[in-house]
């Protein structure tokens, strides 16, 4: 027996199988430890959301807040102004007293990106369009933040929420198995947790089945349902005394009625807003609203300091725990809107699993018998390429933790077509060269070198729409660009190099062989 | 084993005239098709919303239908069969805009006396980002030919690059013309076969042209078919068994894939084939309608080997110090 001839491509290729074979490991017994390629949510089943946010909300949002902070300011220093109005992204109030303008004038001033402009003593406020811009970034990276928060402490398994784009955010959630809790996790993603304590217009209680909402406009107020039914309304005064942005906490608690209640404390701030606020309005009443709702609205007794409150309003022992989960992890400044929904079942998913492993084996063990057929030697040695590249791909995926896709599994039954592709190529050249007379050791140098431009060529076009598909596609389709190019990258690799090296290896038998046949599964006419 | 006749140089020349007259305008009439018909394009890119249930037994598609019926959001909705008679896939236009209600449920409770079953997938998708689906995709199919193009121009010639658009425009447009003819709806997965299609199909092209820059330099024939006959005879071999290697898998992608990728598998059926007879009758004959002279490539070829040689010339005096 002739020895073998080591040389660097089979040393490079032999380094290639062992990284391979150990990388994957990870993924075949999908072990808890290493790097492994997890499956997409179309093949394990789950549940994958697009959102908008609609970011002018947060605009109007702030604006609100301005003028609260304006009215408990004006309050606070006994400053009188009259006519106070919002109007979606504008607000507009008139000082009574000329010589409280130059107060009211440093207080703006402490408000950011504020576009305040006077007419004798009517002020009309706007917020900078740069500033709006700020708001609405704010906004979307808020409500990721947010999201990904409520999630998190809803305990579900790795869940993927990301921004894409300017206004919409990814929220990706695996491993979801009934109706039941992919209801909860919607509900609890677009629950804008949106907690205000706003005063009831005592003047006008007695019209609240009467008034519309344009005349309560007319009076500063606003008109909410009741938390039991639309048909109970109620008026308040359309400017907050305070909002969720200054709760700190939120418990679940049971009332003397074993009614489930939330329990939320306010910071500093809150606290001194709502003690001063219950301390000047003793025998009025409170609305806790949340969401647009108003949950309760208690008479006040007393002054209420250290800033906690309660919300009861018949929660259920589940939705009182969500609504506490979202209080905590804050409002939506923006409410979301849903763009695109795609929930799979876990059994399709596994359906989709099985057809498409019958496909990938049937696919290799049909191009790897014609190849054998066609070939002989030759064809083991590009299956032998095949195989380590299969390896390499998995290796490779799991190592950037790429995820498998229904799409990525064609992709990688498609690579196994491209990848002999290579070797079909060098081995007609290699016959050509043979048909011509050149001796096989000769030929397999020639071939290889002769071939390599065409194989390039080609391969770096097919790379070239990969990236563009990832570039421009979406989800799956993102998870077939990355397996077909990172197959056909590593297929340079097996196809080309490795191959080489094998027939290097074996160069001292082949040169003493004349047998064509077997080595290149040549007609032995020739 | 050995399935071509390797000494023999066909006279592809002769016929391709015929063909590219031929498939040209099919190319032609898909695309007037795709103007005054369209695609189908699935809810990936209209908008919509589909929802797919898997009975325990056969579906009742009567019941479903009738009982759906009833229900306003679900007027106009189709409901039919999806690839066993226990599956059932319902699609409609309209889609919900709250995160927090949902059409699995509704179908859960609306269909609730009609037998077993479980909701495998509910798929909504909103007119704008179906809209914005629909630019991407276009984007990435008009990027990944010009790449491709700019490609082939610096590593080849410039009528190279334009005869393989051409090919690459033919290949797309017959496709997608039976796509049409066919009634296979557009998805996402579709649009990624057609893009795979055009990184595939230009691959046999690319080995078919490198083969005649090789001859462009050693041969002495100065005419441009026997040029490109003699290269594509020598690279029919690998032109058809790459394809049959890649048809192979893609066969079984189509039997055995499932329902959900046919789409994807029909298109790579039908595109390979086309691109492999385009690469051969299309992309190579094409060279000579685009009017490329093996004369000039000569000249060209010459002209660069004059200049090298001068400057190792002007160098080598440099080095000397005779300059």
Known sequence: MTRGKFNYRLVIFLIAIIFGVVMSIPTFLQSEKGAKVSLGLDLQGGLHMLLGVQTEEA????????????????????????????????????????????????????????????????????????????????????????????????????????????????????????????????????????????????????????????????YGDVILPDARGDNIRHILKEIPILDGSMLTDAKVSFSEMHQPVINFTLNSEGAK?????????????????????????????????????????????????????????????????????????????????????????????????????????????????????????????????????????????????????????????????????????????????????????????????????????????????????????????????????????????????????????????? | MEFFAQHKTYDFMKVSRFFIATTLSLALLSIILFFAKGFEYGIDFSGGTIVQLKYEQKAPIDKIREDLSKDKMFSGALISEFGSPEEIQIRFASTSGGVSEDVGDKVRSILSDSGKFDVRKVDIVGPVVGSELRQKGIMAAVLSMLGIMVYVAVRFEWSFAVASIITLVHDVAITSGALILFHVEMSLDVLAAILTL????????????????????????MELMHVINTSVSKTLSRTILTVLTVFFVVLTLYVFGGEIIHGFSFTMLLGVIIGCYSSIFISAPFLKVLGFSVEGYKAKLALKEKNKIEKEKMRSQYEKGTV
């Open chain 2, 198 to 221: 055009i990184g595939y199909s230009i691959n046999d092209t690319i080995i078919i042209y490198d083969r005649i820059r090789e001859e462009l330099k050693s041969t002495k024939d």
């Open chain 1, 273 to 526: 807003i709502f003690g001063d606020f219950t301390a000047s309005n003793i025998g009025n009443r409170l609305a806790i609203v949340l969401d647009n709702k108003v949950y309760s609205d208690p008479v006040i007794r007393e002054r209420i300091g250290g800033g906690s409150g309660q919300i009861s309003g018949g929660f259920s022992v589940k939705e009182a725990h969500d609504v506490a989960i979202a209080l905590r992890s804050g409002a939506l400044l923006a409410p979301v809107t849903l763009l695109e929904k795609r929930s799979i079942g876990p059994s399709l998913g596994a359906d989709s699993i099985k057809a498409s492993l019958i496909a990938l084996i049937t696919g290799f063990v049909l191009v790897s018998v014609f190849m054998l057929v066609y070939y002989r030697l030759a064809g083991v040695v590009a299956n032998i390429a095949l195989i380590v590249n299969l390896f390499l791909l998995i290796a490779i995926m799991a190592l950037f933790g790429a995820t498998l896709t229904l799409p990525g599994m064609a992709g990688i039954v498609l690579t196994i077509g491209m990848a002999v592709d290579a070797n079909v190529i060098i081995n007609e050249r290699i016959r050509e060269l043979l048909r011509q007379g050149m001796p096989m050791a000769q030929a397999i140098e020639h071939g290889y070198e002769n071939a390599m431009s065409a194989i390039l060529d080609s391969n770096i076009t097919s790379i070239i729409t990969s990236v563009l598909l990832y570039v421009y596609g979406t989800g799956p389709i993102k998870g077939f660009a990355i397996s077909t190019a990172i197959g056909i990258s590593v297929s340079m690799l097996t196809a080309i190099l490795g191959t080489h090296g094998i027939y290097q290896f074996f160069m001292p038998r082949i040169e003493k062989s004349k047998n064509l046949s077997l080595w290149f599964g040549m007609k032995r006419s020739h």
């Open chain 1, 59 to 218: 605009i109007k949002s702030k604006m609100k807040s301005i003028a609260s902070s304006i009215k408990f300011f004006a309050q606070s220093g006994d400053i009188i102004i009259d006519d106070f109005r919002i109007d979606e992204e504008l607000l507009s109030f008139t000082l009574l007293d000329k010589d409280e303008e130059k107060k009211i004038d440093e207080m703006l001033k402490t408000v950011s990106g504020l576009q305040v402009s006077k007419e004798a003593l009517h002020y009309t406020l706007s917020l900078s369009d740069q500033e709006k811009q700020v708001i609405r970034e704010y906004a979307l990276s808020q409500a990721v933040e947010t999201i990904r928060n409520r999630l998190d402490q809803f305990g579900l398994s790795e869940p993927n929420v990301a921004k894409q784009g300017n206004d919409k955010i990814l929220v990706e959630l695996p491993g979801i198995k009934t109706a039941d809790d992919e209801q909860r996790a919607r509900e609890l993603i677009a629950k804008a947790a949106h907690l205000q304590l706003m005063a009831v217009d005592e003047k006008r209680k007695d019209r609240t089945t009467t008034m519309s909402p344009t005349e309560a406009a007319q």
